[in-house]
């Protein structure tokens, strides 16, 4: 199964390749980008439907078998991560096909949007830790390319802010990754899991915590998340919605593997610390989130605010947690690019992003109020909504664990999640529009709706019938940490 | 000989930290350049300080690791390319802004 294991990279690699050369002609570039994404997705079915049956698709390359050459394995963990890779991927790109998104389009921003994919494809398909590294750098450039290419004032800013940032996490990691090897002579997951058992506690600590630290930067943990509120309400919808669902959600991943996965059990005072950082994260943003009116930015803030409850999951050092940990991202995944995307919907229709000079919609498009109350009070954790599960999973294993502080800090943050979302429908949808001469605009939207209609009917399947993904969810952290 | 190399390190990375700190681009790129050397030559450390034995295994005991030398020319290579972006980025900020501050007053809220 060697070909399907390197589909995560080299379908969005060569739909990258193929969009890029047919730049200069807008219609087959799209038509090339549909085919792309719907191979990646065909591809991405295939991965889950191998890794349930616990037939993981694996691959070494370069002659070399698996602890020396760079090895592929796609766990249930990595195949069901892929394919939420390409449901968002479909999703913006559908989203991408409608008028929601008035800006010229840059003949590179396809090929980009492929490009970034096959990073994140490539960052859960890979076991080794280099490699990794080196996913996260083709992610880290397709996404300043994205901001990039846009040419404004506020994104050339956003862009040089977002990189320095960046840059410094990903040479914290190349450090970090440096002193594994040093340490333990492996760069492979497997190899690395058994060579890890015979460390030294102190240094495994000081290895790890480097390690962990320079994924905390990319997942946007507290407190190194400023360079994600700082930059992200600069880019177009669509591409924020995929920023939003997947790329922080990568040094998620990147910390379940290491310390739920590769390194378990590592030293207690990491996954402690973890928690502690956690119910920090969770609450610094939502408090962030309360204090604007922009909606980019509210949700912007709300993304590190439920990094908060996944990176809780993984601190609760358990089988449980993991599993619960793994709900929750693919249940965020779906709900956050969801949210970015309607908020895109109602700055088209509405004009403007900023809450207090919006409002109105409720009495001209009331379904799209009902459309925006399904994520976000998904997103709140409201029955019988995924939300709700994806909590209530955390929530049980905190409280099992004896773990009354960081509780109570979810309990608590879920009630603020609601005041922002409440705030957001309000001012959105509820109060009368400030422009009394604002009429609705003529726009091409159906395939927005389609997009976020897609979205939303996930988000109701999962929270409504969650026993299959639970399920799936376990039997995935059972594999993890088994060595 | 693994002293001064740590000492060298450590110093880089202060000095690139401190560049990294201030509000003009072009410190920023050189603060960024400086971390990425340091970084390099940690990585390169990572396989045990040798001189005069051939990366080559399968020769003979006395050999190099020769892995953390293919790592730092990974590194290097993907660190060149993000330079030459982040200063050609620079130059254009630099030339639409009118001023090279990191922390200027863009306009807020375009679309």
């Known amino acids: 199964m060697s070909a399907l294991v390197i589909s995560p990279v080299l379908v969005p690699l060569a739909t990258a390749v193929l969009t890029t050369l047919a730049g200069r002609r807008p219609g087959i570039q799209q038509v090339l980008s549909f085919a792309g994404i719907a191979a990646f997705l065909a591809c991405a079915l295939a991965l889950v439907a191998l890794a349930a049956a616990d037939r993981p698709a694996e691959a070494a390359f370069g002659g070399w078998a698996a602890p020396f050459g760079i090895q592929f394995l796609i766990d249930r963990t990595g195949a069901v991560l892929v394919l939420v890779t390409a449901l968002m991927g479909t999703a913006s790109l559908v989203f991408l096909a409608s008028d929601a998104d008035t800006g010229p389009r840059h003949p590179l921003l396809l090929p980009l949007v492929h490009g970034l994919l096959a990073g994140v494809g490539g960052a859960f398909a890979t076991a080794d830790l280099f490699n990794l590294y080196v996913w996260f750098e083709v992610m880290l450039i397709c996404a300043l390319g994205l901001f990039a290419i846009g040419g404004r004032l506020d994104q050339l800013d956003a862009t040089f802010k977002y990189l320095a940032l960046n840059l410094l996490g990903t040479l914290l990691l190349l450090i970090a990754v440096g002193a594994v090897y040093a340490v333990t002579g492996h760069l492979n997951f497997g190899a690395l899991a058994q060579a890890s058992e015979a460390l030294p506690p102190g240094l495994a600590t000081l ?120 709900f929750y991202t693919v249940h965020h995944i779906v709900v956050k690019a969801n949210l970015f995307l309607i908020a895109a919907i109602l700055w088209r229709l509405a004009g403007s992003y900023d809450l207090r000079q919006i409002g109105g919609l409720y009495a001209l498009r009331p379904w799209l109020g009902v459309l925006f109350l399904i994520p976000a009070l998904s997103l709140v954790g409201v029955p019988p909504l995924s939300g709700f599960w994806a909590k209530l999973l955390i929530l049980e294993e905190a409280i099992a664990q004896g773990r009354v502080a960081w509780t109570v800090v979810a309990l608590l943050v879920s009630v603020l999640t609601l005041y922002s979302m409440v705030k957001i429908w309000m001012e959105g949808f509820w109060s009368p529009h400030p422009d009394p001469q604002w009429r609705l605009p003529r726009a091409r939207l159906w395939p927005a709706y389609a997009a976020t209609l897609g979205l939303a009917a996930v988000t109701l399947w999962i929270g409504l019938n969650p026993q299959p993904l639970l399920t799936y969810a376990q039997a995935a952290a059972s594999t993890l940490g088994a060595h | 000989m693994a002293a001064l190399l740590a000492l060298v390190i450590g110093l880089l990375v202060g000095c690139g930290v401190y ?93």
């Open chain 1, 207 to 326: 290895v790890l915590a480097a390690l962990i630290l320079a994924f905390l930067i990319k997942a946007g943990a507290f407190p190194l998340f400023a360079w994600l509120p700082a930059s992200y309400h600069t880019l177009p919808a669509p591409v924020l919605a995929l920023f939003a669902g997947l790329l922080t959600k990568v040094g998620v991943y990147a910390v379940l593997r290491t310390l739920g996965d590769v390194f378990a059990p590592a030293p207690e005072l990491l996954y402690e610390a973890l928690g502690w950082i956690a119910a920090a994260t969770m609450l610094v943003g939502v408090l962030g989130a309360a204090y604007h009116w922009d909606m980019r930015r509210i949700l912007a803030f709300h993304i590190v605010s439920q990094i908060g409850y996944i990176l809780l999951g993984v601190a609760l050092m358990s089988e449980a947690g993991n599993a619960a940990t793994l």
């Open chain 2, 19 to 111: 560049l990294l700190l201030r509000a003009r681009t072009f410190s920023v790129i050189l603060g960024i350049v400086l971390i990425s050397y340091a970084t390099n030559l940690f990585l390169f450390a990572a396989g045990r300080l040798a001189t005069n034995q051939a990366p080559l295994v399968g020769e003979g005991p006395p050999y190099a690791d020769p892995l953390p030398q293919a790592l730092v020319l990974t590194a290097i290579v993907i660190g060149f390319a993000m330079t030459a972006f982040v200063a050609v980025l620079a130059l254009r900020a630099r030339g639409e802004f009118g001023s090279d501050r990191v922390d200027g007053k863009p306009r807020e809220d375009g679309p």
